[in-house]
């Protein structure tokens, strides 16, 4: 399979809040600056373990503001 | 004394005469402005091809400033190729290593080896003042009396014709004459006289931000490698490097930022705090201090009939990388071989437009990696520091994460994927060097494949020993050299003057070889 995968992947309603529970409490504390870090080196860690140019490139294209294309 | 106020003097050399013309006009086949390391360069392939060549030097002198430093191994085959590499190894500092620091800590957050494939004859990079570099290539050209290079010669005005250019020059003494040249080649800088008196173009980005060298002469003990820091605590929130060259001399490079105060900068007492800060409290000399800024910049085309530009002239490039005047040797060691075809009257004139496309892709590849470095040194927003900044502490602990620490992507030979004179590959390969690819050097008999190479083209084959085409020389490989290019028994490369490879074949095809060859020489769009 290949292409990125934007139906839902990560289980139930809970799941998915548990997980976005923990990505908000990935900045608590941190400064702004300190936070966008934290968000680049979250986004560098999942990049690589994708590893798979294409399917990186189509997130890229999905995660822009459409404006902005 | 130097004809030109204000720049350091490495060598005095003193202006030439004016030619005595009788009034009509001086004529070269090739003339030379600039005698910068690339238009020396230049000289010195087209001298040693047997070409009368004239070059112009705007200066009387070698100036003693501080230029580039850092050559990398194809400049250095090119310089061997051009017989003055060993004076060029012999004084240079040797180096295949950089390490990249952040921050306070002592270990490098990366590393890299400039030369991870070895038993090569020359190493990833030498370090050494542009001085010297000119100085030898002088000596060669020196020794060939078809080359004459005039100094204090100045061009005001170029006028370009079909067959060639007609050059308006004035001489130190005085002397005012017009030079006509069957082929104008400009390798005179960043400034490019020849460009401007064209009105060509010169286009691309500068960036917003002041770099001060300080080169200093000091008794230091550390190893022969390229140190880079990202945010060190003797240069909060920039960057800064250090790069040793022979004679004692240091070269630090120091990130300043946009805003502030160039002639200020450099004082001796604002520098002193900077060495001072980064070193300890160690007893130096200025040899140099100086700050710039730089451009990404490149001509449109760098053939305009029978003008051609080369080096700094053509194209720009920020420091990170070394791949300014190596950038400069490339183009010379492009144009050198297909120059002499055309004015032997053995490749049609077309061939020169395949140093343009051939030039433009180096030139290309250079500005990219270049561009890229500094976005990363000097991040443009909020996002893109945070991203650097991850990048760095990922890099501390994750291996995945140091590919991505770009402190400058150091200079090697560009390849030409899509170049017209190579003959494409029919056959499977699995291993070896594609055409548009420079053949890697290996052990060759008591010596090294690539000097064995020299300016000729060449038949590299491994276990056939037939009749190359005329002007081909055969040369039979084995052992390391032929697993390098892929070759099994029977197996062939076509290998241009500059060493790139033209063809290869599993099995050698005479007709096939000579097809390659006439491509090679531009004899197929």
């Not at chain 2, 070409?51 to 002198?61: M, Q, Y």
């Not at chain 2, 085309?301 to 700094?312: C, K, Y």
């Not at chain 2, 029977?490 to 097809?515: E, K, Q």
């Amino acid at each position: 399979m290949t292409g990125l995968n934007t139906t839902p992947n990560l289980g139930t309603n809970a799941s998915a809040d548990d997980l976005y529970q923990k990505l908000v409490a990935l900045h608590d504390g941190l400064s702004e600056a300190d936070s966008l870090r934290v968000w680049a080196k979250l986004v560098l860690i999942l990049a690589n373990h994708i590893g798979d140019r294409e399917v990186i490139e189509q997130a890229i294209v999905a995660a822009r503001p459409v404006a902005a294309a | 004394m130097a004809n030109i106020p204000g720049i350091p003097v490495y060598k005095e050399i003193g202006a030439t005469p004016a030619p005595a013309t009788g009034g009509g006009a001086d004529r070269a086949r090739v003339v030379i402005v600039g005698a910068g390391p690339v238009g020396l360069a230049m000289a010195l392939d087209l001298g040693r091809r047997g070409h009368e060549v004239v070059v112009l030097s705007r200066l009387d002198f070698i100036a003693h400033a501080s230029k580039a430093i850092c050559f990398s191994k194809r400049s250095l085959d090119i310089l061997d190729r051009l017989g003055v590499g060993d004076p060029a190894l012999a004084k240079g500092v040797t180096w295949n290593v950089g390490k990249v620091y952040w921050g306070e800590a002592d270990d490098p957050v990366y590393q890299f080896d400039m030369l991870p494939v070895k038993d090569q004859k020359r190493p990833g990079f030498i370090n050494i003042q542009q001085y010297y570099i000119e100085e030898y290539l002088l000596d060669g050209v020196m020794k060939l009396p078809n080359v004459e290079v005039r100094w204090g010669h100045r061009v005001y005005g170029v006028t370009s014709k079909d067959d060639g250019a007609e050059l308006a020059v004035t001489a130190d003494d005085g002397g005012v004459y017009t030079l006509e040249a069957e082929w104008l080649i400009a390798c005179d800088g960043a400034r490019s006289t020849v460009r401007d008196l064209l009105g060509l173009d010169f286009e691309g980005r500068v960036f917003e931000d002041n770099f001060l060298i300080a080169d200093i002469r000091m008794k230091h003990e550390m190893p022969s490698e390229r140190w880079f820091w990202f945010d060190p605590p003797f240069n909060r929130g920039k960057s800064a490097l250090m790069h040793k060259q022979p004679d004692d001399v240091w070269r630090l490079d120091f990130q300043l930022g946009w805003d502030i105060d160039r002639a200020a900068a450099i004082r001796p007492e604002n520098v002193e705090p900077f060495v001072k800060a980064m070193l300890g409290d160690v007893e130096f000399e200025q040899e140099w201090y100086s700050v710039y800024t730089f451009q990404c910049r490149r001509m449109a085309r760098f053939v305009h009939g029978r003008t051609i530009f080369a080096g700094d002239s053509a194209h720009l490039v920020s420091p990170f990388g070394a791949r300014g005047c190596n950038g400069g040797f490339a183009d010379v060691d492009n144009l050198g071989w297909k120059l002499d075809l055309v004015l032997k009257g053995e490749a049609d004139e077309g061939l020169i437009e395949s140093y343009n496309d051939e030039a433009i892709t180096t030139a290309d590849e250079n500005i990219l990696n270049s561009s890229r470095s500094t976005d990363f040194l000097t991040p443009k927003s909020t996002a893109s520091q945070a991203l650097r900044d991850a990048v760095l502490e990922l890099a501390r602990d994750h291996a995945f994460a140091r590919p991505f620490v770009n402190s400058g992507r150091l200079s090697t030979a560009v390849h030409y994927p899509a170049s017209g004179l190579s003959t494409p590959d029919t056959e499977t390969w699995t291993s070896g060097v594609a055409p548009g690819a420079p053949v890697l050097d290996a052990p060759h008999g008591d010596g090294w494949l690539l000097d064995a190479l020299g300016d000729d083209f060449v038949l590299l084959t491994r276990g056939w020993q037939g009749e190359a085409p005329a002007g081909v020389r055969l040369i039979e490989i084995s052992g390391l050299a032929a697993e390098r290019l892929g070759l099994g028994e029977g197996g062939a490369a076509l290998v241009r003057p500059d060493h790139y490879v033209a063809a290869r074949w599993h099995t050698i095809d005479p007709a096939a070889v000579d097809a390659a060859l006439k491509r090679a020489k531009g004899g197929m769009a």
